[in-house]
């Protein structure tokens, strides 16, 4: 979780750590709170002194849920960033990851939404997609956005909202629908992803007898 830190900005919490856990060391929570804290976000963190693996003092569920209700979920938010490790985990919000540069290594995508502009930082991203609503601007007007501090696209909001923007060597510019056949949220891989959701197995009949032993 420390590793996709970042991805908290939009989301509040309320951590509570036993000092005395033998199970998670309290030390996670106390680095991971440090690393909010450095990046800005809202964490509100409760050590509880001699507590081990669970047994919270009394009205700790309490102050959670209060916390909890206290809060409500932005879908709009206009400062979004997002790590990821998979194209099978693509954004969040507004924001979309649609293809990296490079398997196997982290993408990175940070937007902000300044009125008609968006500001956009990426690494390891070779495609993007904004889904632009009057939540984010003003989708009759056009817009403007620059990535990595270069000029990317001007201009109307694309019917349905979605503004898709790959790089080749020329730069960045507008892009179509993505067809045929790459790594996407569906088929990102590795292969064990498969597994994660429901599958088909399909056999073939052709075989010697010992493959269709195996098969079946």
């Known amino acids: 979780s420390f590793h996709y830190a970042e991805n908290l900005r939009n989301v509040p919490a309320f951590c509570v750590h036993g000092s005395a856990d033998d199970i998670v060391p309290v030390g996670h929570s106390r680095t991971m709170v440090r690393r909010l804290r450095g990046l ?30 206290a809060h409500k979920r932005d879908p709009w938010p206009w400062h979004v960033t997002y790590r990821t490790s998979w194209p099978r985990y693509p954004g969040a919000y507004w924001v979309r990851i ?28 070779q495609r993007l997609a904004l889904h632009l609503t009057d939540a984010v601007v003003d989708a009759q007007r056009a817009v403007t956005v620059t990535i990595n ?9 694309p019917p349905g909202g979605w503004l898709r923007l790959a790089h080749d060597e020329k730069g960045w510019q507008p892009a179509d629908v993505p067809h045929g056949l790459e790594k996407n949220a569906t088929v990102g891989g590795p292969v064990e992803h498969a597994f994660m959701g429901r599958f088909l197995l399909v056999v073939g009949t052709g075989g010697d007898a010992r493959t269709i032993q195996v098969n079946h």
């Open 98 to 125: 649609e293809r990296f540069d490079e398997i196997g290594k982290d993408a990175t995508i940070d937007v902000e939404a300044r009125r008609q502009t968006l500001v956009v930082q990426t690494s390891n991203v």
């Open 40 to 69: 800005g976000y809202s964490i509100l963190y409760e050590e509880q002194e001699g507590v081990g693996h669970g047994g919270f003092s009394a009205g700790t569920e309490a102050r959670q849920r209060q916390f909890l209700l």
């Open 149 to 157: 501090g270069a000029a990317a696209y001007d201009g109307a909001v």
